[in-house]
Antibody, heavy 123, light 108 residues
C-alpha cells in the first residue's frame, strides 16, 4: 500500500530554517519523482519543486531558485525525501505536502499519492 | 508560466445537482498535462482527473473532464454529500507547475 508519511508540525522564528521529511512506503522509490507543494492558511496550492529519487536531480519553482532558499534531497536507503527551507519569513507559514508522481520516470505527471501535510508556523 | 484561472470562485448547489467547474489557461496547453483535484478541510488534495479526461483510480463515473486548448471543464453529474469540497485544476508541464486558484463547491 502506497503511503507518504511526513514529519510533524514545526514552529520557527523568522530567519531560521526548517527541514521536513517524507518517508515513502509501498512502491519502488527510485522510479517515481516526488514533489513538494505548499498551502498558506486559507489559500490555494503552490508547487515548490521536485526530485528524481533515482538520480537526485532537482527542479525548483523560479521563486525559490534565485536566493537558494529551497533544498530537496533524498536518502535511497530509507526511501525518504527531505525538504529544507531557509531564511523563513511569516509568508512561509503554510502546510507543506509531499506528493508522488503518477507515472514513473517523469515529473510532468499528476500526483496520485500525497503525504498528510506538515504545518510550519513562522512567528 | 501558464496561469490557470478557475471560475466560479464558489458554487452553491444542492445534493443531486449538476456541477460545472471551469479552468482557463493563459495560453494554449496540451490536454495531456491538465488535471483536477479536490481537497476537503484538513486533508491533502486527491487526484480526480488527469490528462484532462481520464478518471483516476477509484474515482466514480459521476466525475468527468473535458476541454482542450485554453478551456477545460470538470463536471460532477449528481453531487453527493462527500463531493462538497474545493476543486483545483493543475497544469503539470514546464516550470513552475501551476495550480488554479480553486473553486469551492458548497451546500446550498
Amino acid at each position: 500500500q502506497v503511503q507518504l508519511l511526513q514529519s510533524g508540525a514545526e514552529l520557527r522564528r523568522p530567519g531560521a530554517s526548517v527541514n521536513i521529511s517524507c518517508k515513502t512506503f509501498g512502491y519502488t522509490f527510485a522510479n517515481y519523482y516526488v514533489h513538494w507543494v505548499r498551502q498558506a492558511p486559507g489559500q490555494g496550492l503552490e508547487w515548490m519543486g521536485l526530485i528524481n529519487p533515482r538520480s537526485g536531480a532537482i527542479s525548483y519553482a523560479p521563486k525559490f531558485r534565485g536566493r537558494g532558499r529551497l533544498t530537496v534531497t533524498r536518502d535511497t536507503s530509507t526511501t525518504t525525501v527531505y525538504m529544507d527551507l531557509s531564511s523563513l519569513t511569516s509568508e512561509d507559514t503554510a502546510v507543506y505536502f509531499c506528493a508522488k508522481s503518477r507515472r514513473p520516470g517523469v515529473g510532468t505527471t499528476p500526483k496520485d499519492y500525497w503525504g498528510q501535510g506538515t504545518l510550519v508556523t513562522v512567528s | 508560466e501558464v496561469v490557470l484561472t478557475q471560475s466560479p470562485g464558489t458554487l452553491s448547489l444542492f445534493p443531486g445537482d449538476r456541477a460545472t467547474l471551469s479552468c482557463r489557461a493563459s495560453q494554449s496547453v496540451s490536454s495531456t498535462f491538465l488535471g483536477w483535484y479536490h481537497q476537503k478541510p484538513g486533508q491533502a488534495p486527491r487526484l480526480l482527473i488527469y490528462d484532462a479526461t481520464t478518471r483516476a483510480t477509484g474515482i466514480p463515473d459521476r466525475f468527468s473532464g473535458s476541454g482542450s486548448g485554453t478551456d477545460f471543464t470538470l463536471t460532477i453529474s449528481r453531487l453527493e454529500p462527500e463531493d462538497f469540497a474545493v476543486y483545483y485544476c493543475q497544469y503539470y508541464n514546464g516550470s513552475p507547475l501551476t495550480f488554479g486558484g480553486g473553486t469551492k463547491v458548497e451546500i446550498k
